[in-house]
């Protein structure tokens, strides 16, 4: 962050890069194999729905925590963090629940 | 995924309707359809008027009535029902490409969801290219807000990138 920044020297900087690249490389694997899951057939489509969603997962972990900085940030941050994933969990709960709720007679094409 | 949606709305040219109208009272509806090549059917019911929506212009239509009559002697088990045949007006077929998010569900998911991402990413770009070609003059007047302009777009950035993380399995892979 921008306070410890005049204070960094250049290794400093180096490893920071090396870290990102790092991130990177996981990044590209964590991609290859999202498609290489996909194509294995489980006994059932939920199956793969959910591994493609673990690995992406990790993969937000990844985006999130480093290029975002959020693996060490700031108390107030972690804070404004939980405020948007429960309105996030919230929305989608929402609209799962309504999912089922028509009118009677409803008539599906 | 998409392909697959392709495929699977090419192949039911015969769509089965509950009894709904007027016209189809005590009777399952099947439009049989014949396509010209690839063409695409999409029959939609709309106040209590049949409406074949189709994006060729060679269509040619007729609504073969169906009569559900389970006692039929020459159709004892689930056989070929009775059918009456029913010309389909030519003005009452509308002529239009059903891929259209108007009549699509998934490509209207799909290109708000793309569209709205390539949107953001190339805002994003705009936003990097600028700090990148002139914003970095600033690096020598004030450094600090520079890293934090530097910072604030990589948030975003990367928040973009976060979203395709999900987009790219659920629209492509799954």
């Not at chain 2, 009535?65 to 020459?74: A, E, I, P, T, V």
């Not at chain 2, 030519?90 to 239009?96: G, L, N, P, W, Y």
């Amino acid at each position: 962050m921008s306070d410890q920044s005049h204070s960094e020297s250049h290794d400093h900087v180096a490893s920071h890069v090396r870290r990102y690249l790092l991130v990177f490389v996981a990044l590209v694997i964590g991609t290859i194999l999202t498609v290489w899951a996909s194509y294995i057939r489980f006994p059932s489509r939920e199956i793969n729905i959910a591994v493609a969603l673990v690995i992406a997962s990790c993969k937000a972990f990844l985006v999130a925590g480093f290029f975002m900085h959020l693996v060490s940030e700031k108390k107030m941050i972690y804070g404004i963090l939980g405020f948007t994933a429960f309105f996030f969990v919230g929305l989608m709960g929402l609209t799962l629940w309504s999912m089922g709720d028509f009118p009677l007679n409803t008539i599906f094409h | 995924m998409f392909n697959l949606m392709l495929k699977k709305s090419l192949l039911p040219f015969v769509f089965l309707f509950p009894a709904l109208s007027g016209l189809s009272q005590g009777y399952d509806i099947h439009l049989s359809l014949k396509p010209f090549a690839n063409s695409q059917v999409y029959l939609g019911y709309h106040y209590g008027k049949i409406k074949a929506v189709a994006d060729s212009i060679t269509l040619e239509g007729r609504i073969v009535k169906d009569r559900k009559d389970l006692f039929n002697l020459s159709t004892p088990f689930l056989g070929h029902p009775k059918q009456e045949e029913i010309e389909i007006k030519r003005s009452d077929i509308v002529k239009m490409s059903n891929y259209g998010p108007a009549h699509h569900d998934y490509n209207a998911l799909y290109f708000t969801l793309t569209g709205l991402h390539a949107l953001h990413v190339i805002g994003g770009a705009c936003v990097i290219f600028y700090l990148w070609a002139f914003g970095a003059k600033m690096w020598e007047a004030d450094p600090e807000r520079f890293t934090n302009r530097v910072e604030v777009s990589g948030l975003f950035w990367h928040f973009v990138d976060l979203v395709w993380i999900f987009l790219f399995p659920v629209l492509y892979l799954l």
